[in-house]
C-alpha cells in the first residue's frame, strides 16, 4: 500500500507512523461544529477509479491491459470505501459472464476455487441447473412460464467476485485501497474535474479532532471514473451540477431496494444451481416486486425480496414485507432447520434506458450502477457494468495515450451491445406504473409479441420520493411478529451484517432542515423514515417534553441509500462516513 494511505490507515486505527513526503494541498477539515484548517497530502495518478465493485475494477483490468499490449503504462488507482474489497457489494446473483468473457477470455481454464473464501481462482462455480417463476397468493404458489433465459449463466457471490478481480487488477499493477471514503470531488481553475479527496478521519462529534485525527488525502488524476455503485453520492452531484440526465436520456432514475439473507440449509432441501423468482404476495397489487431463492454451493441459498421504492403506503415496511415472505409456506419449508449466514440490504436502479445519463463530464466519467444500466426484466447489472467499465477504459487510454476525447465513451456505449439490450428492455419496469395485473400483461406483449421492438416507449410515473401518499389515504400494516426461526427482527439481523462504524464521528445521515421529520413527515406520513430502512436507523422517541423526535442511530446504517431516495421531502442527504465503516459482506 502506498505510503501515504498506510499513515492514514494506521493514524485512524491509532498507530504511529513516519509521515509520508508528499504534495501538501491546504484546505479545510469539515466538522459539525468546528472548522479547522489542515494539510492534506496530494498524491497523482493518471487514472483514479472511486469504486471497487465489478465497474470499476473492469476499468481498472481493462486499462492496465491495453497499456500492456501498447508497451505504455498509466498509473492506475482504486478507491474503496469498504473495509475490505467487497465489504460493501450486495447482490443476488445470477451472473451472465458476457462482459467476463470478453475481459478475462481464459477465466474458465482456471482452477476452480476450493472453497468460498479463496481469491485466487474465479467464484463461479454453481451454473445454472433449473429457472423457476412462482405466482405466489398467501398460501400456494403457482407456477408460471419462466420469462427468463439463464442457461450458461452461474449463481455467485458478487462480493467474492470482485475480491478476485481485486487480486487480478493488482496482479497488472493497479493500486487498490481499501478503507478510504472519497467524500469531495476536486477542481482545477478551468472547473474541471482533476481528483477526489478522502474524508479526514479521527474527527469527533462535536467537531474537535480526535487523538488519532489524520486529514484526508487528494488523490489528481488525469481522467477520474465514479463507480460508486447505485445513488452514488458524488456521482449524483456531478450528474446534477452538469445537468448530465437532461443531456441523456432525460428522465429521471427510478430504484428499489433489495433485502437479502443468505442461509445455509439442509442437505435434502439444496439443489446446487436452483434459480427461483417469484411475484405476488406479499406485496400488494399497486407495488412492484418480487423474490429469488438461489442456491448456491456449499448448501448456501440466497433469498431475498426487491420491493421499489416508488410505493404508495407509507405504512409499508420493506423490511417486515421481507420477514413476512419468509412465512409463506413453500417459503418455509425450505428455510426451517436452516441458519442465517449473513443479512444486507442495497438500492438499485431500475430506471433503465430511459433514465441513462450523459456519462461523461469534463475530466472524467460515470460507469457502472452509478449510471444505472441494470436490465430489469433480466433483473441483472453486473455484466453491464462490467461492460461499461470496460469502454469507458478503452476511452480514458485514447484520451491518454492518443490524444482522442473522453466522450467516445458516450460514443461507444451508443454503439455497444448495453445499448441494445436496455432498449429493448425499456418497457417491462414503465408498464407496472399501472398495477400489477396491467404490468404483467404489458410485459408479456412486450416480450412475446413485440420482442423488445415495440413501436412506443413508456415513461416512468413520479419519482420514487413523490409517489409516496399520505397517510390519511392509508391504514396501519400489522405485521407479525418474528419467530426467531424464519424471521427476525432488525438487531438479530444487523449483527449478521457485520456493520460497524466508529461511534465518535460527525453524522453522516444529514437533515437539509432539522424540523421537517416532527412538522412534515411525522404528521403527514406517519414517519415512514422508521419503516424503509432496513436497518433502523431512523425512529422517532419522546424527548424531555414527551414530544416525538427523530433519533438517528447512524451507527446501523447498511449505506442501502433507501433514506437518500425515499424521504418524502428529500431531507435526508447521504454522505459517506469515515473509510472502513459500514457492513462487512463476505458471502452477498
Known amino acids: 500500500m502506498h505510503r501515504v494511505l498506510r499513515a492514514a490507515a494506521a493514524a485512524a486505527a491509532g498507530i504511529a507512523t513516519a509521515p509520508a513526503r508528499?504534495?501538501?494541498?491546504?484546505?479545510?477539515g469539515a466538522a459539525t461544529a468546528r472548522w479547522f484548517s489542515v494539510e492534506r497530502e496530494a498524491m497523482s495518478y493518471d487514472v483514479v477509479i472511486v469504486g471497487a465493485g465489478p465497474a470499476g475494477l473492469a476499468a481498472a483490468i481493462r486499462l492496465k491491459q491495453l497499456c500492456r499490449a501498447a508497451d505504455t503504462d498509466l498509473s492506475v488507482c482504486v478507491l474503496e470505501k469498504g473495509a475490505e474489497v467487497g465489504a460493501h457489494i450486495l447482490s443476488g446473483n445470477v451472473f451472465e459472464p458476457r462482459a467476463l468473457d470478453e475481459l478475462i477470455p481464459k477465466w474458465r481454464q482456471e482452477d476452480v476455487c476450493p472453497s468460498v473464501f479463496c481469491i485466487r481462482y474465479a467464484p463461479i462455480r454453481v451454473p445454472v441447473s433449473s429457472d423457476k417463476f412462482w405466482m405466489l397468493t398467501k398460501n400456494k404458489a403457482w407456477t408460471l412460464p419462466s420469462p427468463f433465459d439463464n442457461k450458461g449463466n452461474y449463481v455467485i457471490s458478487l462480493s467474492q467476485l470482485v475480491r478476485w478481480m481485486s487480486v487480478k487488477a493488482e496482479e497488472l499493477g493497479v493500486e487498490v485501497y481499501p478503507g478510504f471514503a472519497a467524500s469531495e470531488i476536486l477542481y482545477d481553475e478551468n472547473q474541471i474535474v482533476a481528483g477526489v479527496a478522502t474524508n479526514d478521519v479521527g474527527i469527533a462529534k462535536d467537531g474537535s479532532k480526535r487523538e488519532t485525527f489524520q486529514p484526508g488525502v487528494e488523490?489528481?488524476?488525469r481522467i477520474i471514473l465514479l463507480a460508486e455503485g447505485c445513488r452514488g453520492s458524488l456521482s449524483e452531484k456531478i450528474i446534477t451540477n452538469h445537468k448530465l440526465r437532461e443531456s441523456g436520456q432525460g428522465q429521471h432514475q427510478?430504484?428499489?431496494?433489495?433485502?437479502?439473507?443468505?442461509?445455509?440449509?439442509e442437505e435434502g432441501k439444496h439443489k446446487p444451481g436452483s434459480v427461483v423468482h417469484t411475484v405476488g404476495w406479499p406485496l400488494d397489487?399497486?407495488?412492484?416486486?418480487g423474490s429469488f431463492l438461489y442456491h448456491l454451493d456449499d448448501r448456501q441459498l440466497a433469498i431475498g425480496l426487491v420491493?421499489?421504492?416508488?410505493?404508495?403506503?407509507?405504512?409499508?415496511?420493506?423490511?417486515?414485507?421481507f420477514q413476512k415472505f419468509?412465512?409463506?409456506?413453500?417459503?418455509?419449508?425450505?428455510?426451517?432447520?436452516?441458519t442465517v449466514l449473513q443479512y444486507g440490504a442495497r438500492t438499485l436502479n431500475e430506471g433503465g434506458f430511459q433514465s441513462i445519463p450523459n456519462p461523461v463530464f469534463p475530466g472524467g466519467a460515470i460507469i457502472g450502477c452509478s449510471a444505472g444500466f441494470l436490465n430489469v426484466p433480466k433483473i441483472k447489472g453486473s455484466h453491464t457494468a462490467m461492460k461499461s467499465g470496460m469502454l469507458a477504459a478503452e476511452a480514458t487510454f485514447k484520451a491518454l495515450v492518443e490524444g482522442s476525447s473522453i466522450d467516445l465513451y458516450w460514443e461507444n456505449l451508443k454503439k455497444s451491445w448495453i445499448w441494445d439490450e436496455l432498449y429493448r428492455a425499456r418497457n417491462y419496469r414503465p408498464a407496472f406504473e399501472y398495477g400489477f395485473i396491467p404490468g404483467m400483461a404489458l410485459s408479456a406483449v412486450e416480450r412475446y409479441i413485440f420482442k423488445g421492438k415495440s413501436p412506443f416507449t413508456l415513461k416512468h410515473g413520479k419519482p420514487d420520493h413523490e409517489a409516496t401518499e399520505m397517510v390519511n389515504l392509508h391504514s396501519p400494516i400489522s405485521y407479525p411478529k418474528p419467530d426467531g426461526q424464519v424471521s427476525f427482527d432488525v438487531p438479530s439481523s444487523l449483527y449478521r451484517s457485520n456493520t460497524n462504524h466508529e461511534h465518535d464521528q460527525p453524522p453522516h445521515l444529514r437533515l437539509r432542515d432539522p424540523a421537517v421529520p416532527e412538522t412534515v413527515n411525522l404528521p403527514q406520513y406517519a414517519g415512514p423514515e422508521s419503516r424503509y430502512c432496513p436497518a433502523r436507523v431512523y425512529e422517532y422517541v419522546s424527548d424531555e417534553n414527551g414530544d416525538p423526535k427523530l433519533h438517528i442511530n447512524a451507527q446501523n446504517c447498511?449505506?442501502?441509500?433507501?433514506c437518500d431516495i425515499k424521504d418524502p421531502k428529500q431531507n435526508i442527504e447521504w454522505t459517506v462516513p469515515e473509510g472502513g465503516g459500514g457492513p462487512g459482506y463476505t458471502v452477498m
Open 22 to 28: 508528499r504534495h501538501r494541498a491546504p484546505s479545510w
Open 219 to 221: 488523490l489528481r488524476g
Open 254 to 265: 427510478t430504484y428499489a431496494l433489495g433485502i437479502k439473507e443468505v442461509w445455509e440449509i
Open 285 to 289: 397489487m399497486k407495488t412492484y416486486g
Open 307 to 321: 420491493v421499489a421504492l416508488n410505493y404508495r403506503n407509507p405504512f409499508l415496511s420493506p423490511y417486515d414485507e
Open 326 to 338: 419468509k412465512q409463506h409456506p413453500a417459503i418455509r419449508t425450505l428455510l426451517e432447520g436452516g
Open 558 to 562: 447498511l449505506h442501502c441509500k433507501a
